[in-house]
């Protein structure tokens, strides 16, 4: 079962400007992770946000969290063409001994 | 160091055979994952394991499916009577350590595309 739903499931953007992810969630949790997958491979962890913070800023992302909404989202400032992936969110499972993905925001940024 | 590695990068196999997947873990990372990823969806979480604690296999979509970790490190993923639904890519990751009530960083390897014709 999914834990997290992304929006949209893709997104087409010009270089410069921002690209906007959000994801839901159903339970509880510990933290939040985002992950960008380039070309249907390796995943590599972009920043995790915990229950009780509510924004964080890594570079260009900023990823803000309400936990009353069970939401999140993930805003890419003045993308990139290398920005073009796939950007998944993801939180504990219940037992706490695997991460549950959603299916993920395909973003094209365009040159 | 080193991040996480899998082979084969590829594999093409007929129906009803056998396949074995092999994961390398980052050194030092005690936690191991498997998930698998079919076209266009999302990571499904296959097994766990943490240490010397007996594994989470509660991802495992039938008994063809088994895998293990030898000596903490290296793990094998094996999908006996391969089917064409087994069709996908099989990643791995490793973390630094299990923490109760929610899960580390994980770093993914690149991944084994699996094809069964």
């Known amino acids: 079962s999914q834990q997290g739903e992304e929006d949209p499931q893709a997104l087409s953007i010009q270089e410069g400007e921002n690209a906007t992810m959000n994801c839901s969630y159903k339970t509880s949790i510990n933290n939040l992770q985002w992950y960008r997958q380039n070309s249907g491979r390796g995943l590599v962890h972009l920043i995790l946000i915990r229950s009780n913070e509510r924004e964080k800023h890594s570079g260009r992302l900023r990823v803000t969290l309400d936990t009353s909404k069970k939401s999140s989202s993930l805003l890419i400032t003045a993308s990139r063409a290398a920005d073009t992936a796939s950007y998944f969110c993801?939180?504990?499972?219940?037992?706490?001994?695997?991460?549950?993905f959603g299916k993920g925001t395909t973003l094209s940024v365009s040159s | 160091g080193a991040g996480v590695s899998q082979s084969p990068s590829n594999k093409v196999t007929e129906k009803g055979k056998d396949v074995e997947l092999r994961c390398d873990p980052i050194?030092?990372?005690?936690?191991l994952y498997w998930y698998r990823q079919s076209l266009g969806q999302g990571l499904e979480f296959l097994i766990y394991f943490q240490g010397n604690s007996a594994p989470d296999k509660s991802g495992l979509p039938s008994d063809r499916f088994s895998a293990e970790r030898t000596g903490g490190s290296v793990s094998t993923l094996t999908i006996q009577r391969t089917q064409q639904e087994d069709s996908a890519v099989y990643l791995c990751a490793s973390s630094r350590s299990y923490r109760t009530g929610g899960t580390d960083t994980q770093y993914f390897g690149p991944g084994t595309r699996l094809t069964v014709l």
């Open positions: 993801a939180t504990g499972n219940q037992a706490g001994t695997a991460l549950i």
């Open positions: 050194s030092g990372h005690t936690a």
